[in-house]
């Protein structure tokens, strides 16, 4: 009999912190406590990515591959081990619970880090630092060295830097580390920082039983070190900028499609080096996590190719990806291969054809179930397959209070209303949406927090389409009462998810 399991879908940054933001330290620690205590089996995050304002800070947009995002370390292990002091952290800002205030976090945070690194570098404990560096050397030389340079000239992507630092001349790159001396070592520091960090939490699931969930984002930002480390794995042009960009049409999520602006592989070039550069991306991510949710996954079969300059992602077109042979390449470096696909929006049987013949188990969300197509949508729980990772929503929706309250049509209501045999209450229906979720055959339930907590539209954590107010959403401890604890243990146990 096949194990049936649920989880929440939390990202780090939406963890309580008197520190402005969710961190891997002691809030952390207990929610996996609280998922062990409930009898759930799975963390789901977001990609644990650096973040910029320039972006929104959206962890779906990043300078790195494999770079983590500092803002998650936890200022209270920096104290606990000795890098700054219990002093330091003690008058924390008078920071919003309920949200992240990124233009005060990130300076906050700033000053903390560069305490730490003036300490370490005055005589810190150099062994597990020198050992991180060089087995890390791969990506985090490029990394380092790209954020001290990206830093050292504001406002200019890297093919607008001199020539010489643009086309990665080994003399002047030298030249450059030395320069930035202190630049480069403290990204490195605060690299080895969080990993230290992240490893005692990774600890704290594994001896609850609790397996991580991470999250890969098909695409890297054009101006980011991969791309500047690697410009013939892009589309670029001479001058080293984006000929196509990707994106997708209209789908459910956005009516006018979405134009992701980011470059697309030629994956020509990374064919002819055996995709060793996505085999170390995804090698990267499952050392950090255990199943690897792989965002955009019709990406690898075929891309939505967007001439540069587009206003609008209307005037693309589906290029193929050669995923019979990336697909392999997966499978011999990672025999289980534990990932699965975000297979939604528009989905083509070409999709669905690799995700059969490699055994990728895709999703299924709750709040599609009431579209056009009822009753006769995939996503509706009579519907459902075993093999599948069913969510209530995702991170791009709005709660499922959210969406009754201000979403649901009235065609979703006449739907709902005849699937349940009544119509939901405002109040009742995340809970709803959860049991019914819980009581399917689907192997895999995965509840976003937003939704056990029954929050509305307030607490959504994306739009997307939209490139402004995101990613912010925290709960606070006070959130968490008895009755919803006991509540999600109850349910677990008798849909035999525990």
């Not at 990515?49 to 929104?56: E, K, L, R, W």
């Not at 606990?80 to 619970?97: K, V």
């Not at 990206?150 to 030249?175: C, G, I, M, V």
């Not at 919803?484 to 849909?495: E, F």
Request: glycine share 6%.
């Amino acid at each position: 009999m096949k194990q049936r399991g649920s989880g929440i879908l939390l990202h780090i940054s939406s963890l309580p912190s008197p520190y402005g933001i969710g961190d891997v330290g002691p809030a952390a620690c207990r929610f996996v406590d609280f998922l062990a205590a409930t009898g759930q089996k799975y963390w789901q995050i977001l990609p644990l990515s650096v973040t910029d304002p320039a972006h929104d800070n959206n962890p779906y947009h990043s300078i790195s591959a494999f770079a983590h995002n500092p803002l998650f370390i936890s200022p209270e292990l920096m104290a606990a081990d000795g890098l700054i002091d219990a002093s330091d952290i003690a008058n924390p800002p008078d920071f919003p619970g309920s949200r992240v205030d990124f233009s005060a976090v990130i300076p906050y945070k700033e000053a903390l880090f560069s305490h730490a690194y003036r300490r370490f570098s005055h005589g810190g404990d150099r062994q597990e630092y020198d050992r991180f560096c060089t087995e890390n050397a791969g990506w985090l030389d490029d990394f380092a060295l790209f954020s001290a340079i990206r830093s050292d000239r504001p406002n200019l992507a890297w093919n607008q830097w001199p020539d010489e630092l643009k086309n990665r001349n080994p003399a002047a790159l030298a030249s450059e580390r030395e320069r930035l001396h202190d630049a480069f070592e403290r990204t490195r520091f605060l690299q080895f920082v969080f990993i230290s960090q992240w490893e005692r939490l990774r600890a704290r699931c594994r001896n609850a039983e609790i397996s991580l969930v991470g999250d890969i984002p098909i695409y890297v930002d054009h101006d980011s070190a991969d791309v500047w480390r690697y410009p013939e794995y892009f589309k670029l042009d001479s001058e080293g900028n984006p000929t196509v960009v990707a994106g997708v049409p209209p789908d459910y999520f956005s009516t006018t499609g979405q134009l992701w602006n980011t470059p697309v592989y030629s994956w020509d070039a990374l064919k002819s080096d055996n995709f060793s550069w996505w085999v170390r991306r995804l090698g990267h991510t499952l050392s950090h996590v255990d199943i690897v949710r792989i965002d955009h996954f019709r990406g690898l079969v075929a891309c939505w190719e967007v001439p540069a300059g587009s206003s609008s992602a209307a005037g693309g077109s589906w290029v193929p990806v050669p995923a019979n042979e990336l697909l392999p390449a997966f499978t011999r470096a990672f025999p289980r291969l534990p990932v699965f696909a975000e297979d939604l929006g528009i989905i083509t049987p070409d999709v669905h054809e690799v995700m059969q013949k490699f055994g990728i188990k895709g999703m299924k969300v709750l709040l599609f179930a009431f579209e056009d197509g009822f009753p006769d949508t995939p996503y509706l729980p009579h519907n459902v397959i075993p093999e599948c990772y069913l969510y209530t929503g995702t991170h791009d929706n709005a709660p499922v209070r959210g969406w009754i309250e201000e979403e649901a049509t009235a065609s979703h209501r006449a739907r709902m209303h005849q699937y349940f045999g009544r119509d939901l209450s405002v109040k009742e229906a995340s809970q709803v949406f959860i049991r019914l979720a819980m009581s399917t055959v689907a192997d895999t339930v995965i509840i976003p927090m937003q939704d056990l907590l029954g929050l509305g539209a307030e607490s959504r954590m994306n739009r997307p389409g939209t490139d402004r107010g995101n990613w912010k959403w925290r709960f606070t401890d006070t959130h968490l009462t008895p009755e919803i604890r006991n509540s999600l243990q109850s349910m677990t146990a008798a849909y035999a998810r525990d």
